[in-house]
């Protein structure tokens, strides 16, 4: 089983600054099954990036994918009140095809 | 605007079956470019996927779950549900219906989550 692991667990950043989300992959995956959510609190999850690169709609270009193999990044630039939220990274593969990392914590 | 709405009962005995079913409103679940799948959120935890189905009936289902999960789709109702077996207090989550778009394998669109608690 493929094990996405997230670092840090919790980032505590001020607005305005750039915040560095990490996702490790045990194995190498194609960086087309790479993507990215954010959850606030009490919210389903939303969809930030696909394709390890590729913003979803509606979603600023603050926010940035990068990466391939089995390293991968999110990075969050000018950071705004409403970005300190819980963000995920999940893969598409073999069983049990789609797995998340367990998550890294923004506060301020 | 593609919406999903689970809905069900949120309080299940153990050792019962826990039934949900998500409603799609704003897009066809009979589409080729997409599966519907169920994704779970035990509390103050990550996701776990729990399995998708197709609009053809073809389904696949997390081996976590040792076959205790079976899904439906309804492409009349454009509903597909889920029903899960043999409930424990390990089921207790918020459980999300959400779209995965198919080939690039992500989920695009949720439901807003219906918290399920398994308890006598």
């Known amino acids: 089983e493929i094990v996405l692991t997230q670092s840090p667990g919790t980032l505590s950043l001020s607005p305005g600054e750039t915040a560095t989300l990490s996702c490790r992959v045990s194995e190498s995956v194609s960086s087309t099954y790479l993507a990215w959510y954010q959850q606030i609190p009490g919210q389903a999850p939303r969809l930030l990036i696909y394709?390890?690169?590729s913003r979803a709609t509606g979603i600023p270009d603050r926010f940035s994918g990068s990466g391939s193999g089995t390293d991968f990044t999110l990075t969050i630039s000018r950071l705004e009140p409403e970005d300190f939220a819980v963000y995920y990274c999940q893969q598409f593969g073999s069983s049990p095809r789609y797995t998340f990392g367990q998550g890294t914590k923004l506060e301020i | 605007q593609v919406q999903l709405q689970e809905s069900g009962p949120r309080l299940v005995k153990p050792s019962q079956t826990l039934s949900l079913t998500c409603t799609v409103s704003?897009?066809?679940?009979?589409?080729?470019?997409?599966?519907w799948s169920w994704v779970r959120q035990h509390p103050g935890k990550g996701l776990e996927w729990i399995g998708y189905i197709y609009f053809s009936g073809a389904t696949y289902y997390n081996p976590s779950l040792k076959s205790r999960a079976t899904m439906l789709v309804d492409t009349f109702k454009n509903q597909f549900s889920l029903w899960l077996s043999s409930v424990t207090a390990a089921d207790t989550a918020v459980y999300y219906c959400?779209?995965?778009?198919?080939?690039?394998?992500?989920?695009?669109?949720w439901g807003q989550g219906i918290p399920v608690t398994v308890s006598s």
């Open positions: 704003g897009g066809s679940i009979h589409s080729v470019d997409h599966y």
């Open positions: 959400a779209r995965d778009v198919y080939s690039y394998f992500y989920f695009d669109y």
């Open positions: 394709g390890a690169s």
